[in-house]
């Protein structure tokens, strides 16, 4: 139990395109849903929040209009980068949890490489 | 604020030597404590988690038991083997009530290279 997929799990895109990127929690309903960005060989780096049905709350320092959060459901959230740019690239990872539970099931990562 | 600090690799063993982590924490009240691993190329699964002083996790023969007087959560396994090569993070999440996401604060990650 507890699975959560992400969908692509890499992408190469050119510079200036917008590229969506898809978390779904497959047998349970996530309340919550979080987008992580990590570096090689550094820690993840949590960029925002989503509660389903409302806007995302974002991290210090990332940029609402560049990354771009839907949680339209319980079991779906996506993060669209737009205009990416070589920068971007790096791996996002998502995260869901249940109501009520402190304890978070994350995806398996999708690498974003920007040309 | 919160934060999570653990020892920085890497942490290089023959198979079946004996593993520790080390992970201390500061946080206010008594959050929760887990650790993840991530294998390479993959997202972080759970390893183990304690809620509550005194609390062991364990899982896969990995051990980890909440301190608060000391407040660490090391993690140890008594034989590695090669396929438990990964990086593991040590975390934690604040116990707050209503409307609290549950944020983790991560370490930097451990990477663990076993060899045969």
């Known amino acids: 139990g507890a699975v959560v997929s992400q969908h692509p799990s890499w992408v190469i895109c050119k510079s200036g395109t917008s590229v969506k990127i898809e978390c779904r929690s497959l047998?349970?309903?996530?309340?919550?849903m979080f987008w992580y960005r990590q570096f090689p060989k550094q820690s993840l780096m949590l960029m925002a929040t989503?509660?389903?049905?409302?806007?995302?709350?974002?991290e210090q320092g990332v940029e609402k209009d560049k990354f771009l959060i839907n949680h339209a459901s319980l079991t779906l959230s996506t993060l669209t980068v737009t205009s990416a740019h070589p920068e971007d690239s790096s791996f996002y990872i998502c995260?869901?949890?249940?109501?009520?539970?402190?304890?978070?099931?994350f995806g398996p990562g999708t690498r974003l490489l920007v040309l | 604020g919160n934060s999570v600090t653990q020892m920085e690799g890497p942490v290089t063993l023959s198979e079946e030597a004996f593993l520790t982590i080390n992970c201390t924490y500061t946080?206010?009240?008594?959050?929760?404590l887990f650790w993840y691993v991530q294998y390479p190329g993959e997202g972080l699964q759970l390893l183990l988690k304690?809620?509550?002083?005194?609390d062991k996790g364990s899982n896969k023969g990995f051990e980890a038991t909440y301190r608060k007087e000391t407040t660490s959560f090391h993690l140890e396994k008594g034989s590695v083997q090669v396929s438990d090569s990964a990086v593991y993070f040590c975390?934690?999440?604040?116990?707050?009530?209503?409307?609290?996401?549950?944020?983790?604060?991560f370490g930097k990650g451990t990477l663990l290279t076993v060899n045969p």
């Open positions: 975390a934690l999440s604040p116990k707050l009530s209503g409307g609290s996401n549950y944020k983790l604060t």
């Open positions: 304690a809620t509550k002083a005194d």
């Open positions: 946080a206010t009240g008594y959050p929760s």
């Open positions: 989503s509660n389903e049905g409302s806007k995302a709350t974002y």
């Open positions: 995260s869901a949890r249940v109501a009520g539970s402190e304890t978070q099931y």
């Open positions: 047998d349970f309903q996530a309340t919550t």
